[in-house]
C-alpha cells in the first residue's frame, strides 16, 4: 500500500473508531474497550519478544508493578488535580517504577536465552507476585483502591474505551518507529543469529535492554489504567499468568514479530471468545484451545504468514504462466 493511501486509511479508520461508542451498546464498548488493552498488550510484548526473539512468560508482573504503583502512590502521597488529570502523575510514577524494575534485572535475565529467559521470567512474576501479597505495606491481599478519574456525566466505559485507545495507539506508533530504525533492525539481527550480530558489530546487549525497559514501561502503563479501570484490586486481579499467555497468543496467532500481527491476532481471539463463544461458558475454554491449536499448527507463521505465503505461490502460479 503506497504511502498516502496507507495515511488516508489511517486517518478514516480512526474516525470510524473515535464515533463508534456512539453506536455501540454498553456491552460491545466494554469487548471493544478490553480489545484495545489486550492488543496494546500484544504490541507491547512484541517489542521483546517478537522482534528481538525473547520471549517473556512474566510480562504481567508489569501490569501488576503498574497498577500497585498507581494505587500505592496515591494513597501515600496524594492525589493532584481531579477528573482524568489526576491519573497523569500516578501514570506517570507506574512507567518509571516499571522501567527501573525492568533496568535492575534485565542484565541477569537478559543473559539467558530461549526457555531460560521464558521461565526465568515466569519466576520473576510469581516472586514480585508473592512479595506484593505477603508484604503489608502493599495491601495486595486485601486489596487497594484507586479514585475514579471518569469525569461526571461520561459513562465510565466510554471513559476507559478513549483511554486504551489512546494507549493502543501509542503502543502501535512506538512499535511502528521502532521498525523502520536502526534500533528495529538490532532487535531483528538479534533474533535471526545474536552471537552473528554481536560479531558484527550491533551492541546486543544495549538494545536488549533497551526494549526489555520501553516493552515493561508500555505494559505498566496499561497495568496502571487496567488498575483504574477496576477501581479495586487485589494481587491476583493483576497478576494474572493469563496476561501473560494471552500476549504471547495472541502475536502467535496474528503473526509474531509483525506490525499488525498482534492487533489483528487479539481481534481475531477475542471474536471467538467473546462474542461467538458467549453463549457456550461450559465448554469456552476447551473450544478456545482446540482453535488455538489448529490455527498454530495449520499457520505456524500466524494469519499473516499464511496470507504471505498464499500471496507468493499466486505470484510464482502466474509467473509460470506467462511465456
Not at 480512526?14 to 498488550?41: C, D, E, I
Request: glycine residues 12%.
Amino acid at each position: 500500500m503506497k504511502k498516502p493511501l496507507a495515511i488516508l486509511t489511517g486517518i478514516v479508520v480512526l474516525a470510524v473508531l473515535a464515533l463508534l461508542p456512539l453506536w455501540l451498546g454498553p456491552f460491545y464498548t466494554r469487548v471493544v474497550q478490553f480489545f484495545f488493552f489486550s492488543a496494546a498488550l500484544a504490541l507491547s510484548w512484541n517489542i521483546l519478544g517478537g522482534f528481538a526473539g525473547y520471549w517473556s512468560f512474566g510480562h504481567t508482573a508489569f501490569i501488576g508493578i503498574g497498577a500497585f504503583s498507581a494505587a500505592l502512590f496515591g494513597m501515600n502521597v496524594g492525589t493532584f488535580g481531579t477528573g482524568p488529570v489526576s491519573m497523569i502523575v500516578p501514570l506517570l510514577v507506574a512507567g518509571l517504577v516499571c522501567g527501573l524494575f525492568a533496568a535492575v534485572i534485565a542484565y541477569p535475565t537478559l543473559r539467558l536465552r530461549g526457555i531460560y529467559f521464558a521461565i526465568v521470567m515466569l519466576g520473576v512474576s510469581q516472586v514480585v507476585s508473592e512479595l506484593v501479597n505477603n508484604i503489608s505495606w502493599f495491601q495486595g491481599g486485601v486489596g487497594v483502591f484507586l479514585t475514579s478519574p471518569v469525569p461526571s456525566g461520561v459513562a465510565p466505559e466510554d471513559f476507559y474505551y478513549y483511554m486504551f485507545g489512546g494507549l493502543l495507539l501509542l503502543a502501535f506508533l512506538i512499535t511502528l518507529l521502532i521498525k523502520h530504525t536502526r534500533f528495529g533492525y538490532a532487535l531483528l539481527a538479534i533474533r535471526e543469529d545474536e552471537d552473528t550480530a554481536m560479531m558484527l558489530g550491533v551492541a546486543t546487549e544495549r538494545y536488549k535492554i533497551l526494549a526489555f525497559v520501553l516493552s515493561a514501561v508500555l505494559v505498566g502503563l496499561l497495568g496502571a489504567v487496567y488498575g483504574y479501570s477496576v477501581g479495586y484490586f487485589t494481587t491476583y486481579t493483576v497478576f494474572r499468568l493469563d496476561f501473560s499467555l494471552n500476549m504471547i497468543v495472541f502475536c502467535l496467532i496474528g503473526g509474531i514479530g509483525t506490525l499488525f500481527g498482534p492487533i489483528i491476532g487479539t481481534a481475531v481471539m477475542l471474536f471467538i471468545t467473546q462474542v461467538l463463544l458467549s453463549r457456550f461458558l461450559d465448554i469456552h475454554l476447551l473450544i478456545t484451545g482446540l482453535i488455538v491449536v489448529a490455527i498454530i499448527l495449520l499457520m505456524p507463521g500466524g494469519i499473516l504468514g499464511a496470507l504471505s505465503r498464499s500471496r507468493r505461490s499466486s505470484l510464482a502460479r502466474k509467473a509460470e504462466v506467462q511465456p
